[in-house]
């Protein structure tokens, strides 16, 4: 071979080095492939996924830091409603999907890691996804209607206490925090209550505006919060550990004496795969925090629910291993 034939030979080897190195690197088909460093992603479309219809407070949430994902990132993303099983369709799906941070999923705890242990054919665990870090909090309030008899928590509970089973309480749902909430109150308290479960705040509310349930309780979600204000409904007690600011003059249910309940705060954050890249989890928890400091994200959301301070992927999962360990007993006994 000639010195001239050998040079061409090398550029003909040098090109198709480059021309397979383009191939197997970009983005496509809805990921970023496993080659793509941090620094890459993301270079095409992701996927939110939704375990509830639209419309809901998880849907809410999405896509309230959607559009704001999609500016920073400059990429697309596309939010996909998949409810079905307690949202277990929605977590198969993404612990199903590539592990590269194109498919990400809003979860709603408690009922994202409580789910397992009340649905059948659920094999999924809460080891099967990253967090990534919160998006809101939303308490619970126990509330009666403003013509009930009780003004005060103390009143409803001794009532409650002398008279086991004898007062009517709806919740949003058989397996929700409030339900749960509920039966520890009996088992480790002794005061029962009789839980009516509903299908979401609309059948809540006029439940007790009829007066077919003596209390509720559920999310302080604005809906509620308007019936405060409207003087339509009293706000008896509220689940948070510490007071809300925006129902300042409520006493929490541990200044009440029921010291443990205080898991009954529906927490929407999102997660992604497990093996998902850290440094993709990491620029999506960063990502997620920017957007949480936008006027117009925090107006969405509602200023009352963003949390004063980020919650991020490790205290997430601090309080997701904390609730399973905690409920975990009641809904498997």
């Known amino acids: 071979m000639t010195l001239t034939k050998r040079g061409s030979f090398l550029l003909l080897l040098g090109t198709l080095a480059v021309l397979l190195a383009s191939c197997s690197g970009g983005g496509g088909g809805g990921g970023g492939g496993s080659a793509e460093s941090a620094e890459e992603y993301p270079s095409d479309t992701i996927t939110m996924l939704v375990p509830y219809t639209a419309g809901g ?24 409603n998949r409810p079905g099983a307690g949202g277990a369709l929605a977590m198969n799906e993404l612990i199903n999907s590539e592990a590269d941070g194109y498919t990400i999923k809003v979860i709603a705890a408690p ?4 789910t397992p242990y009340v649905e ?32 005060m928590a103390e009143e409803f509970f001794d009532a409650a206490q002398a008279n086991p089973g ?24 002794g005061v029962q209550v009789t839980t009516v479960p509903f299908n979401g705040n609309a059948e809540l509310t006029a439940a007790l505006l009829g007066n077919n349930v003596d209390a509720i309780f559920v999310n302080a979600s604005e809906d509620i919060l308007d019936y405060f204000e ?20 409520v006493p929490t249910l541990r200044e009440l004496g029921y010291e443990t309940l205080t898991y009954s705060t529906s927490i929407f954050g999102l997660a992604a795969p497990s093996g998902t890249p850290p440094e993709i989890v990491s620029t999506l928890e960063d990502t997620l925090s920017t957007c949480l400091e936008d006027p117009q994200v925090r107006e969405q959301l ?8 980020f919650v991020g992927s490790e205290e997430l999962r601090r309080r997701l291993d904390e609730i399973v360990s905690v409920y975990k007993p009641v809904v498997t006994s």
């Open 120 to 151: 059948e054919n659920v094999t999924y665990t809460e080891d099967d996804f990253v967090t990534i870090g919160v998006i809101t909090e939303i308490p619970s309030v126990l509330a009666v209607s403003s013509a009930s008899e009780y003004e």
């Open 57 to 80: 407070p998880t849907d809410l949430a999405a896509r309230s830091v959607a559009t704001c994902f999609e500016g920073e990132f400059g990429q697309t993303l596309v939010v996909d």
């Open 302 to 309: 509602g200023e009352n629910y963003v949390p004063d301070e």
């Open 111 to 114: 009922a994202t890691v409580i």
């Open 230 to 249: 409207s003087g339509e409904f009293r706000p008896l007690a509220v689940s948070p550990a510490e007071r809300v600011e925006y129902l300042p003059d």
């Open 166 to 189: 004898a007062l009517n309480v709806g919740v949003p749902g058989a397996t929700t925090s409030q339900s749960i909430e509920l039966q520890r109150l009996a088992e480790e308290y």
